[in-house]
């Protein structure tokens, strides 16, 4: 009887969240995500603030150019369209934090996870505990995400090199709808920060804000 009521009691909480969703997620907006484990969720300041600027001024988006920060375990998430999430190292989600970061997935919300460099190995672990039936998968260049405001008919650019390996933009699907990307070998985040923080050209800083101008479209509408 009590494991009845508090499945109920759940269930309920759930379904009022999600109707919570419906209604803030109409503002169009982005959080940064922190995370438990180490990992420096933190990283990038520059970066969030000059992509924001940059949608606002290019897609007619209205965002907020000093983005807050959200907990995974926390309703807060909900109150946001987007979620980014960054770092170099260790990652960790209690079964708690993964299931409110499933149910913010499969009722409209989208997390875009941008690998800093050394972050993998940790994150694919910890989807598990999110989607665990499902594995990521690589979009192909076709996919709408490469297309929504500007034309990248190769894919996933690459900003910065680490390993000599090609950058790959990887998926996790709700009812075929793409509810995660995960950017690996590509390091967006350092392309959208001031420019004097990694001296990178602005060809490469121009690449790097409309890619992420197409994750914030995509997110958005989809």
Known sequence: MINSLKNTLKLTCTVVVCMLFTL???????AILKYKGGGDWYSNATALPNLVKFCNETIDTKMNEKPETVEVGSTDIFQYPLLHMTGHGNVFFSDEEAENLRNYLISGGFLHIDDNYGMKQYITKELKKVFPN??????????DIFKTAFAFPKGLPKIHEHDGKRPQALGLFHENRLVLLFTVESDLGDGWEDQEVHNDPEVIRLKA?????NIVKYAFEN
Do not use: F, R, W
């Open 24 to 30: 803030h997620a109409q503002s169009q907006d982005l």
């Open 134 to 143: 499902q594995e990521l998968k690589e979009l192909p260049a076709s996919h």
């Open 209 to 213: 804000l409309q890619m992420g101008a």
